[in-house]
Nanobody, 116 residues
Framework: VQLVESGGGLVQAGGSLRLSCAAS????????MGWYRQAPGKQRELVAT????????NVADSVKGRFTISRDNAKNTMYLQMNSLKPEDTAVYYC??????????WGQGTQVTVSS
């Protein structure tokens, strides 16, 4: 499985961005996909996950009500719609995919910077 993120950038506080994660390869084997982020000097943290079957989602409390995770199975693409962005949302955002075989794949990351 290969994952490529896009959509990051610089935005003012209160603004919006939509991140995309395009999957290729053995996409049929993916069970769960997720977004994580890592700010400078901090550990990588979970932002949101979505299952491949029912499309069940899980969103971190820190972004609940502001971020929405979704997927387009026909395009093998996962999205993260980020609204009401705050400076503390500044981080490198990574997508990952967990397959039914237990393999975990990561994208290269995309930078999101929110200015105050």
């Amino acid at each position: 499985v290969q994952l490529v993120e896009s959509g990051g950038g610089l935005v003012q506080a209160g603004g919006s961005l939509r991140l995309s994660c395009a999957a290729s390869g053995s996409t049929f084997s993916i069970n769960v996909m997720g977004w994580y982020r890592q700010a400078p000097g901090k550990q990588r943290e979970l932002v949101a996950t979505i299952t491949s079957g029912a499309g069940s989602t899980n969103v971190a409390d820190s972004v609940k009500g502001r971020f929405t995770i979704s997927r387009d199975n026909a395009k093998n693409t996962m999205y993260l719609q980020m609204n009401s962005l705050k400076p503390e949302d500044t981080a490198v955002y990574y997508c990952n995919a967990l397959t039914r075989f237990g393999s975990l794949w990561w994208g290269q990351g995309t930078q999101v910077t929110v200015s105050s």
